[in-house]
């Protein structure tokens, strides 16, 4: 059960830069060839739904910081490191 919650971890992750990765090619394709971007479409929503788009900036931040900085024990923690 552990390897498979391991690979559906691995398999969401790899989605998700795959998703970011097309918005990017995108966003640069619509700002070269003079077509409405991404963020013509964002912005109206964030202005319309600042709350929401608050408590979505917070969510996605906690996830990128529990995520990038790791644990806080365990074999790369400077903590646990021997003397």
Do not use: C, K
């Amino acid at each position: 059960m552990r390897i498979t919650i391991g690979n559906l971890f691995s398999w969401l992750v790899t989605a998700l830069f795959g998703v970011i990765f097309v918005a990017l090619v995108f966003e640069s394709w619509a700002l070269l060839t003079n077509h409405e971007p991404i963020t013509d479409y964002v912005r109206p929503a964030v202005h319309a739904y600042p709350g929401w788009a608050f408590v979505t900036a917070m969510a996605i931040g906690i996830l990128l910081g529990h995520f990038l900085w790791g644990p806080a024990r365990g074999r790369t923690s400077p903590v646990d490191a021997p003397q």
